[in-house]
């Protein structure tokens, strides 16, 4: 049997796009995974949210370098 994951959305951030066929999101949230830190998190989820779709986690610092970096006006 699989291992569960255990997560809980702190805090909703935005939606940042939608697939109108399936109704699941891309969002920007910060997630807690297994009662572990609470990161910035991008992935997708299904409209129930009673699981999570693929998507990548990051830190404190790696959210500050990535707000950073789109803000800096790159052509």
Do not use: C
Not at 16 to 21: A, C, H, I, P
Not at 22 to 49: F, M, Q
């Amino acid at each position: 049997m699989a291992n569960e994951i255990k997560f809980e959305i702190i805090e909703h951030i935005g939606v940042l796009s939608t697939n109108e066929r399936t109704g699941w999101t891309t969002e920007l949230n910060v997630v807690s995974v297994n009662d572990g830190e609470a990161k910035y998190d991008i992935r997708d989820w299904p409209p129930n949210k009673e699981k999570m779709g693929k998507g990548f986690r990051l830190s404190s610092e790696q959210f500050l370098s990535l707000k950073e970096l789109l803000g800096g006006g790159h052509e």
